[in-house]
């Protein structure tokens, strides 16, 4: 059961936002999703989204919309953690609510609730296809920060996803401060966990190949080195994934950038897509 | 004086922010600003936002940057009232901070800082023109709601500007219900005031004329009867002012209908600016 809380119309389509009780989670979850006009069969693209950001911050700012509605792809937008009074929370934005960085928490008092891997990869796309004619076949994944490893890690684990796609992904689980209490708290610091959400040990594992996965990244990005691109490059190198990659001077970490360059996400996924 | 307090890349451009003290409102204020790259004498056009937003909702929202950037226009983004712990407010939004509706109060104790129409005719210009190198001659101006209706007001009563158009405006002060309190508390209720920032009634005095006004409004918009747009419509026609009405089927109020229908705004000042 989905409820419908908000639809606007947007280009030739409408951006929705829905809600439900998630089973992963145990607790109301809220996902946005772009219908296009033409949606039977759409492809479908999932997009994470960052540290602190709910289910609109990407529908409100990339403006994305007039891309999905203009190559009839449905784009579906999960917020990034389990939310609510009695959901676990911490000060740090890096950890708890905003912060479930698309993984399956092992520890206490996190694990009850901090599913979002299982939520992202199996529940929601249940729900999509159990709600929408969107294509189930046609899927593809992208994201920002925190969620775009995210989806670089669930890509490369997951069949479901035909296409892939970052912009200043956090490419190391393993090395990111930004994941520093995220691998305590949710993961007790164990290797073995910790390496199951990781890109670039991901890559090294070599579990499963693209035929490219595309990145973007600013060059003033104000986190730059903590998201250890550079070394998720040299990993696809010798392992030859072949990686596009964009590094733009100028532009930072914010949805200014994400704006610039969010027409080439979208072509990059349908050119696989359709 | 102005401090930049906020710069971000977006597309070919900058989209920055600023804040200064000002004369009109006697408190600080802020104001966005988008720099194409080739900004020495580009057309400038302002955009005035509606009931509750600030400086920032139209430059996160629309998705301007992408045309502006593209037609090398700069466009100033101003705050939508003076703000602060020591400026009066209220607990309606349709009254005090965030709802300046682009007019002088007469009535104390708003008078002393509520004249967000010196503010944006007078002194906002001229701080443009002394701080950057835009064109002080190829100058528009548009906004939404409270905005469009202020567009409109401001241009059919000074020369500086040569372009004008509205997403869904407020067309009467005098009869919308989102005016209602300012009409008695900003203006005493006088109509001779009220009158001065009254789009229908400066149609009906015909002081200026444009060769066209564009306004695009939703039908599904959930304030459409308080808009008076028909009644703006039929002042156009009885004296021969041009205007440019687009109704557009399944479109609400809000910033997803803005964004619709941006590029088109853009092209429709450049196009008369150039």
Same mark, same amino acid.
């Given at each position: 059961m989905i409820e419908l809380i908000e639809k606007h119309r947007s280009f030739n389509g409408f951006q929705e936002i829905y809600k439900h009780e998630s089973n992963s989670n145990k607790c109301t979850m809220q996902f946005a999703v772009y219908q296009p006009d033409e949606n039977i069969k759409a492809p479908v693209i999932y997009f994470l989204s960052g540290i602190t950001?709910?289910?609109?911050n990407f529908v409100q700012k990339s403006g994305f919309q007039k891309y999905a509605s203009k190559y009839k792809v449905a784009v579906v937008v999960p917020d990034t953690s389990p939310r609510g009074n009695t959901i676990p929370n911490d000060n740090d934005v890096k950890l708890g609510h905003g912060a479930g960085f698309y993984l399956n928490a092992t520890q206490e008092p996190w694990s009850f609730n901090y599913n979002m891997y299982d939520y992202i990869t199996k529940e929601l796309p249940q729900i999509i296809n159990g709600n929408f004619k %969107?294509? &189930?076949? $046609?899927v593809g994944i992208f994201g920002h920060s925190m969620g775009g490893g995210g989806a670089i890690q669930c890509a490369l684990k997951n069949k479901l996803y035909k296409s892939v796609s970052a912009f200043s992904p956090i490419c190391s689980i393993s090395q990111s401060k930004f994941a520093a209490k995220v691998r305590i $708290? @949710?993961?007790? &610091? *164990?290797q073995e966990y910790i390496n199951l959400y990781d890109p670039i040990y991901l890559i090294e594992k070599k579990e499963r190949k693209f035929s490219q996965i595309k990145i973007d990244v600013g060059l *003033?990005?104000? @986190?730059l080195e903590d998201l250890y691109i550079n070394d998720f490059e040299k990993a696809c190198q010798k392992f030859n994934q072949k990686l596009i990659i964009g590094k733009h001077k100028g %532009?930072?970490?914010?949805y200014y950038f994400i704006q610039s360059f969010i027409e080439d996400h979208i072509k990059f996924h349908i050119s696989i897509l359709n």
């Open positions: 950001c709910t289910e609109q %969107f294509s &189930n076949s $046609n $708290n @949710y993961l007790d &610091n *164990e *003033e990005d104000e @986190y %532009f930072d970490h914010g």
